[in-house]
């Protein structure tokens, strides 16, 4: 298994990606009120650079500006927003874009610590800007292992 990690990680490093790229958003959500705005404004700035981007918070675009009543059924416990985002990174995601305040967040710190263990590409939002040129372009690997 860890011989197959270890292809997987080198084969997605070295492949020119075709277009466009995957790429999921991860930084802190709990405890903060403007989660929503920030999120939206990353995917935005990296889906005009061209990239695919998965936006966790696009999942409840009902969920509630904390903080959130007790029992509100909008929105999704944080073992039910990590399935999906580590779901999505282990399926689908070439990269991971880490937004600033990173390593505040919980969901973040794992999200980061699964990508590095699966081979993903981990960058921050601005370093994934500063490629946009092109090098980088998504392919689904795991189909060419």
């Known amino acids: 298994m860890r011989e197959l990690r270890e292809a997987e990680r080198k084969l997605r490093t070295s492949i020119e990606w075709p277009s466009p790229v995957k790429i999921q958003l991860a930084g802190p959500i ?14 935005r700035k990296l889906k005009d650079a ?25 929105c999704p416990t944080h073992e039910e927003a990590m399935a999906a985002s ?6 689908e995601a070439a990269g991971l874009a880490l937004m600033d305040g990173w390593e505040q967040s ?5 999200a980061e610590q699964t990508a590095q263990m699966i081979g993903v590409m981990v960058r921050t939002v601005d370093e994934w800007l500063e490629v946009a040129d092109g090098h980088y ?4 690997v795991r189909h060419a292992l």
């Open 137 to 140: 372009r998504w392919t689904d």
């Open 50 to 74: 061209g990239y695919t981007v998965f936006n966790p918070t696009a999942l409840w675009p009902n969920a509630c500006r904390p903080p959130c009543p007790e029992g509100c059924r909008f």
């Open 30 to 43: 709990s405890g903060t009120a403007d989660y929503h705005e920030r999120f939206w404004h990353d995917a």
């Open 106 to 110: 919980k969901g973040a710190c794992i």
């Open 86 to 91: 580590l779901r999505f990174l282990h399926m």
